[in-house]
């Protein structure tokens, strides 16, 4: 055993149409926006209340090309992945800092696409490839959009 684990499972809804890049040596890599929603009934007026969590998801290589030919804005989807929390500095020349999902599986769980250019529809793909590490990968020139 490691020691420790950096293990995420998410289920939720893509909250825009990933963003896609390609990094100088040609690696894609995409990213996107997943909302979580929890349910609970207020104990004081018994009303029922949700809270909306927002995380940022990043897929890079394989999943990158199927972030970019399959998912798009209010995709049910079933990430599985590893936090990282990275910094950039902004235009102000701010230090800032955030927190991602690196996406390792994803599953499709929304209803196949009407869309006839999609010629097939992966309901699954994961990926064990070896992940740059995070002070190589050139993502900090991008503004956040929050």
Known sequence: MSGSVNKVILIGNVGKDPEIRYLENG???ASTTLATTDYYTDKKTNQKR????WHNLVFWRGLGDLAKNYIKKGTKLYIEGKIRTRSYTDKENIVRYVTEIIVEEVQLLSAR???KSKS???PSIETKEDLPPIENMHLDDDPLPF
């Open 50 to 53: 949700e809270i909306t969590e």
């Open 113 to 115: 696409s009407t869309d």
């Open 120 to 122: 097939t529809y992966p």
């Open 27 to 29: 690696v894609i890599v």
